[in-house]
């Protein structure tokens, strides 16, 4: 149920009222009876506004007032679906919010103009202290302040935290200033930490709380740094006296008490006022000096409707075992094997129990215990697998509060096993069946409430696994509380590192690793969901005219799934031209199919294979580089936050460099150029400038490009922090005077080392005269003076640029030029992808040889399958008789496989070998029995018939008067002659030659 408490801080930190207690847990109530889900129908509505009319008395309004802030809240933080008219209701309160700001205009004004002045005076009047003897001067000077003196100081700090980092509410200040380290650097600049007063980050945990990210310009930064310094002398100095007291931090009243003393007298004179309305009057300042939008303003303004990212530790090379293993096909074990969930003696067999059994034997020294193997995937169910790691983890990392759970605890939390239904490998693939499956579970565990907790905590591991990151586990948390926010992104150059090892794999086919790599870029710079670039079809893409790297994407419904919006929409993606060639190459290879096959597939292959063999890898890959947090889908919020910043820097005019100490990624610079960004939205500009267009409604441009109805959404899941945003507000260089220099920089003032340091950062003015440079007006970057500040600072160790066809020759460079080697069949080869492009061979010709010759798992013939093609004779590969084809004429001829064999017990068991079970199991074959008329009460018409034939196989016998009886095996394949005779003939006649 909503807490009370929770509502009442979130409209304190907006600046609303709220009703009593009892009306707000009245209607809390009543909507928990109504709903289950992120949402509240229009029936569900009707019946609470009736429970509201039918109370005679005045609280009936109250109790109006109530829902609405209840469902206000629902809807902007725990983002529910409401009924259209009250959803409407919901966005008018941000209009009225907008024109509250409004009112403070003039006070904004009058507070912009104090600042600058006291701002001018606070530098001028500034004396510097020797590091040696800071300590004792700032102790002395802490204790001997009298109480006027801490809350200008205060209010100071708190008017420039206002002004240069964010207007957030004073609780969230508060918070600031109570932490003992807010301050981080982060990605090239200092940054501020700003707490959640409810968790809203997938990372929150004991250790990790859930927090925003704000920039910190360096003013700022100096003073706050002061503050805290100061915080920290004088709690040492209460230690070494030893007293119990604490060094209190300022509370949210003393900071509202503070502002209207400092902000009442010169140089501003503005009246006292409440917390909201300083609030509302520092909005109004940034909307109109920054020039910040409403919603845009309302998010730097509320810190609950984003969340930071954490600091990572990138791998440059990929491990060894997520290489091996990249592009390997799925072996899935029997089920009598280890790995099974059936054991010889048919009970059930779960080997995280054997893992359980191992802990709990090695806790006992005496005991000497083997680790049991991790089990290989069933095709029936992945449980067992999923189980495994999920125990594991819990072995070797800990819990939530502890760092080593005993065995019989992790007994505990895996007890829910027994009670889940089988989920096939299928069905673990496909997103749909997954959180199908998952609800199904967790409905039946429900009313046992361990058990349920235990089960969510393993969902959350299967969302951690390359195979299953794609659930979504949203569904099975609380409505009434936040929606948990998982973020990550990537930069350009981090995604093309992830190309490059897709492409340069020696695992997989040619079109798996082209497939693969295609897939990552549609997730980046198209932004799909993982769902959108697997159903995305050959009609659904179109290239424009001669720009070969703009693309248009069509994402509506097909026969494979709906969309989420379940609406049609467009996506216009811009991309290098590196990148834009591998796209063409997949349209090329595509150019006779039909429009409805999907893109990123052969002819008939299944969504759920897709999935495994082109998304797979490339969640293999993002997990060994960035880390097993990434997902798939971090793709999608990765090119979000491209398009978003492309957005901002043609509403702001800013050059493609005015981020680049944040990014340090040259490729993504280029992405920033003022050229790409207007080609990212040459669709809604139609050739007309920015500056022609209504800005005003570039964020739901944005949003709809994504599919998603309000841009809430995409700013609350998409844009994680502020760090990457604020600084496009601000000019990317300013003016500095000389001793605010020596305050940012620590510069004794007065000193002439001042000259010296300008000379290392300005090349302007250390190529002025003498005298010139006393009336040089100094010009920097805060990266520039970031640089002289913090000297050592992290170089991206991401490659930075590509040539246009890098990676086409990359991929090529690892496609086999010949058409077999020894015993492999080689059927994605140089000249066949060369035949695929040019027309001579259609995607359908190959798709069907693929399915034919083993699909991913290539055609090989081990030294088994060898001997019993040698058995039945040799094969020799011929074109079908046209009788066979004469109904279709109009398609090119096909080829069969001919043995000619005695029929005996011998040729028997080389024919099950290879057509039962072995490699050429698919193929349909043609028995023909040519007997000798002398032989006919021979058993052998009857052998052909119960051992050797097949369902689909046709048994023919040819009586003939005199000669040998033998069996003519024909296997009719439907490949074209004109290309695969040559190479397959070859191919066979090398095999003879084969010892090994």
Avoid at 392 to 416: H, Q, W
Avoid at 423 to 431: G, H, I, M, V
Avoid at 672 to 688: D, H, I, V
């Amino acid at each position: 149920m909503l807490d009370y408490s929770t509502l009442q801080r979130y409209h304190d930190d907006q600046g609303l009222a709220i009703e009593a207690r009892s009306e707000i847990d009245w209607v809390c109530l009543q909507i928990e009876q109504h709903a289950s889900q992120r949402q509240l129908s229009e029936v569900h509505l009707k019946h609470i506004n009736q429970a509201i009319n039918d109370i005679p008395t005045g609280r009936q309004r109250r109790l109006k007032r109530a829902r609405d802030q209840v469902l206000q809240y629902l809807y902007d933080v725990c983002d529910w679906s409401l009924p259209q008219k009250q959803e409407t209701r919901c966005q008018d309160s941000a209009l009225k919010w907008m024109h509250e700001i409004q009112v403070f205009n003039d006070n904004a004004g009058t507070l912009l103009r104090g600042y600058q002045q006291q701002r001018q005076l606070f530098i001028a009047e500034r004396q510097s202290k020797l590091k040696s003897n800071a300590k004792n001067n700032t102790r002395n000077k802490t204790r001997n302040k009298n109480n006027s003196e801490v809350k200008s100081e205060l209010a100071w700090l708190l008017t420039v935290l206002c002004i240069e980092v964010a207007p957030l509410p004073l609780s969230y200040w508060q918070a600031v200033l109570s932490s003992t380290d807010p301050i981080e650097f982060f990605e090239g600049q200092y940054t501020l930490k700003v707490p959640h007063p409810t968790p809203i980050a997938a990372f929150a945990s004991n250790t990790q709380p859930s927090f925003t990210r704000l920039p910190l310009p360096l003013f700022a930064y100096r003073l706050l740094q002061q503050y805290l310094l100061q915080q920290s002398l004088l709690q040492q100095s209460l230690q070494q006296q030893c007293t119990l007291q604490q060094a209190q931090a300022p509370t949210t009243n003393a900071l509202l008490q503070a502002l209207n003393h400092a902000l009442s007298a010169q140089p501003y004179y503005l009246t006292p006022r409440s917390a909201a309305q300083w609030q509302r009057t520092f909005q109004s300042l940034w909307h109109h000096h920054y020039q910040v939008p409403a919603e845009l303003l309302r998010d730097i303004s509320d810190p609950q409707r984003h969340v930071a990212t954490l600091a990572y530790t990138y791998n440059p090379t990929l491990p060894v075992s997520v290489k091996n293993s990249l592009y390997q096909p799925i072996v899935f074990s029997q089920l009598e094997k280890q790995g099974g969930i059936t054991s010889k003696s048919s009970k059930p067999h779960w080997p995280h129990r054997d893992l359980i059994k191992y802990y709990r034997r090695k806790s006992n020294t005496s005991s000497s215990a083997v680790m049991p193997l991790v089990p290989n995937w069933t095709q029936d169910n992945v449980l067992p697998k999923l189980l495994f790691h999920f125990c594991e983890s819990l072995f070797i990392e800990g819990g939530i509060k502890r760092d080593n759970l005993p065995a019989d605890t992790v007994d505990r939390y895996s007890n829910f096993y027994k009670n889940l239904a089988p989920l096939s490998y299928q069905a673990a693939c496909e997103p749909d069946k997954l959180v199908e499956w998952a609800q199904q579970a967790f409905a039946m565990l429900e009313s046992k409430d361990s058990q349920a907790w235990h089960f969510y905590q393993f969902l959350r591991s299967v969302a951690q696994q390359p195979l299953t990151d794609h659930l979504n586990l949203s569904q099975f948390e609380k409505p009434s509380l936040p929606a948990r926010i998982d973020p990550f992104r990537l930069s350009v150059s981090q995604l093309h590192q992830v190309i490059e090892h897709l492409l340069s794999s020696n695992n997989g086919n040619a079109l798996q690793r082209l497939f693969a790599s295609v897939a990552a870029l549609l997730g980046f710079y198209g932004a799909l969901r993982r769902g959108e670039v697997l159903r995305l079809r050959v009609g659904d893409i179109r290239q424009f005219g001669n720009q070969n790297n703009r693309f248009q994407l069509t994402i509506t419904r097909t026969t494979e799934g709906q969309t989420k919006s379940r609406q049609t929409r467009h996506v216009y993606i811009v991309m290098p031209e590196v990148a834009a060639k591998l796209i063409r190459i997949v349209i090329k290879m595509h150019a006779e199919s039909d429009n409805a096959q999907p893109l990123l597939a052969l002819c008939g292959e299944s969504i759920a294979s897709r999935a495994s063999h082109y998304l797979y890898p490339v969640t293999q890959v993002l997990k060994g580089l960035f880390g097993q947090q990434v997902r798939f889908h971090h793709l999608r919020h990765s090119g979000v936050e491209l398009t978003y910043l492309q957005g901002l820097h043609l509403a702001y005019e800013r050059e493609d460099n005015h981020l680049a100490s944040l990014l340090d990624d040259n490729a993504m610079q280029t992405m920033l150029t003022k050229q790409s960004c207007l080609a990212r939205f040459s669709f809604w500009l139609e050739g007309r400038d920015f500056s022609e267009i209504n800005d005003s409604l570039l964020f739901d441009v944005i949003s709809a490009q994504f599919g998603h109805a309000h841009y809430a959404t995409t700013r609350r899941h998409y844009l994680h922090g502020l760090e990457r945003i604020i600084p496009l507000f601000k000019p990317h260089k300013r003016n500095y005077s000389r001793d605010e220099l020596r305050y940012l920089l620590d510069i004794p003032t007065g000193s002439n080392d001042i000259s010296r340091v300008l000379t290392e950062l300005s090349p302007e003015y250390a190529a002025l005269p003498e005298q010139a440079k006393k009336y040089h007006q100094p010009s920097f970057s805060e990266a520039q003076l970031l640089k002289r500040m913090v000297p050592k600072q992290v170089v991206s160790k991401h490659k930075q640029q590509w040539c246009d066809d890098e990676w086409f020759k990359r991929w090529s460079e690892h496609i086999p030029k010949q058409w077999h080697s020894r015993q492999t069949f080689y059927l994605m080869n140089t000249q066949a992808i060369r035949m695929l492009t040019t027309g001579e061979l259609t995607m359908k010709a190959l798709s069907q040889a693929w399915l034919q010759l083993g699909q991913h798992q290539r055609l090989v013939l081990d030294k088994k399958q060898r001997t019993a093609i040698k058995h039945l004779g040799g094969a020799r590969v011929i074109e079908a008789k046209a009788s066979k084809i004469s109904a279709k004429q109009d398609e090119p001829s096909q080829l069969d496989m001919v043995f000619n064999c005695p029929c005996n017990q011998r040729t028997l068991k080389a024919f099950q070998s290879l057509c039962h079970q072995g490699a050429m199991k698919s193929f349909d074959a043609t028995l023909t029995l040519v007997q000798n008329r002398k032989s006919l009460n021979s058993n052998k018409l009857a052998l052909i018939k119960s051992r050797f034939a097949r369902k689909q196989d046709k048994v023919q016998h040819n009586v003939i008067p005199v000669g040998d009886t033998r069996l003519n095996i024909t296997l009719h394949t439907p490949f074209s002659t004109a290309i695969f005779k040559h190479p397959l003939a070859q191919y066979f006649d090398d095999l003879s030659t084969i010892t090994a």
